[in-house]
């Protein structure tokens, strides 16, 4: 069965589990549940398009022909289940909330962070570069003073980051990825050897390698060293105890066209054209295979409802046949076990639309999301820009240490495609060759060459720490099309964060200058992301890894969710993702998300007596040599 197949046109019946959002988390949930026997329904706000061959090849249809090229530029405008787009951003005015986008924003600081509501979720557009995070990110108040503790440690997720790599599929290699804390079990490899580094990648490396900075009393050596991708590779044939790895294909089923290796397209963000980066459609389609899910699109959650000894009875939600219009149909569908399982943004949204903030009253506070400094220079020689990945390498020697008590720490992204994140490049450079510099024929091809190849831009993802202002709220007046309330955001930066973005900007500075390379970064006062700190401008760029909007905890005082990501308050409720984290260290969050669900859905697994659930037998589905279950 395919997840078209799967699709359904009524929820009558009562199912095991209801699960909201078929993004990674939710994909991951339904994939482990119907495999273990249980009946599973999955609400979707967006269209479900792109499991076909034609509907993802309209997507990147879309994409090309779009003006713009922002994270959300393939998937066309859906009132009934809008979703932020950078474009929407602009700087804000003190006091005056900003309406114009999908999410409200009160500010003081504008946030351009998106998400995507379609099947998929936000896999449809992620960079799919896939780190682990440090032992130390999971104690940052106990060991820095700063921000919030986990209820887990490192070592407790550790067998789950190995299960989300094998899903997931990913590239890397273990001796480049163990530093600072990060252990793996003996013998363990990736799924996938590591994607080599670009020629720009060796070009920085050999420039700035072995670089000293003292800071805070420690030494900080920098290697450039690649990143873990989340996209097909060549198998390891070591993993799993020599039985080899095979990769997951294009959903669609074009296996010879789509899905194999990675091309190098630098087409990664937000659509891979050759479908060779993972998205949350690949483990929907085993969810899907089992006969046990049943698929809905183009519903959305509008209300958990509370029933009796404060457990979920049922959630109702508004079905829409068009993007065209807002004429819907209001259903409930009934279950066992309720999962949220959308985005921090959403999953917050629709608790504090349901009138549920949780007993603690920290439903929606918390939000974090990892900030950009970005730098950006010329190099005196051409150095292959716009080859290979978006991103292949960086350097993590900025990531740890007792700079944490005074500053936040940041990891840096070597980008393979120009200035692009940061002036609009190659398109702007074209603009100013020919309307500053009358360039034209021969001359302006050969300029806009020399110009793209010597480019360089340094990427760098600060930690932001829990702050309970930094929020998601509602209010009726601001609905939707459909009558559903829209997220507001309050969201600000705090001078740990602003110190660690000052720091950052020197280290570049040292780069630059080893490199040869004329520095022209500038951060115009104009600018949506805008800010001074200590006499100097910056500005900073959201990096979509929306947070902590239903944190985990050891208690129903100081968070939402408890280690298994099961609500205080409602027994047969779990919230899962992102919004769950009480910190976000320096590395992207999906893995770690991943690895959370995994936590979460063998705990759910271990717990349906309780649910007057019954489990089918492990013989039922036996995992294959290549990971797939038969």
Known sequence: MTPEQAVIKSTEGRYDAVIVGSGISGAIAAKELTRKGLSVLMLEAGPAKDFTYHGFQQYLSNYYSNASKDNNAPYPDNPNARMPRSTDVSKLKPGVPDEKGYMVQNGPLALDSTYTRVAGGTTMHWEAKILRMLPEDFSLKSTYGVGLDWPISYDDLMPYYRIAEREIGVSANVEEQSFYGIKYEPGYVYPMHGLPPSYLDQVVAKGIDGSEFDLYGETHRVQVRPFPQGRNGIPNKNYNNDAGFKPKGSVSGYQVEQGGRCQGNNNCVPICPVQAKYDARKTLLDAAQTGRLDFLPQAVASKVVVGNNDAISHIEFKHYLSTKNPEHTVARVSGKLFILATNAIENARLMLASGLPSSSNLIGKNLMDHTYLLTWGLLPEAAGTMRGTKCTSGVADFRHGNARHKQAPFGIDIHNDGWGWATGAPFTDIEQLVDDQNKFGHDLRESVVKRISNQLLFAYMVEQVADESNRVTVDPAYKDAIGNMR????????????????????????????????????????????????????????????????????????????????????????????????????????????????????????????????????????????????
């Open 487 to 630: 997220p507001i955001v309050n969201y600000n930066l705090s001078d740990y964060s602003k110190a660690g973005i000052a720091y950052a900007r020197q280290t570049s500075k040292v780069f630059f200058q080893r490199l040869g390379a004329e520095d022209y970064s500038s951060y115009s006062p104009l600018d949506y992301g805008y800010f001074n700190y200590q006499g100097e401008d910056y500005y900073f760029r959201g990096g979509n890894h929306f947070s902590g909007t239903h944190i985990m905890g050891t208690d129903s005082t100081n968070s939402v969710v408890d280690a298994n990501q099961k609500s205080w308050d409602h027994n047969n409720l779990y919230l899962i993702g992102s919004g769950s984290m009480p910190s976000i260290g320096t590395s992207n969050t999906t893995l770690t998300l991943a690895a959370l669900c995994y936590k979460t859905t063998e705990h759910i697994i271990g717990q349906l007596s309780q649910y007057n659930i019954d489990i089918v037998s492990d013989s039922e589905f036996q995992l294959t040599k290549d990971g797939c279950y038969e």
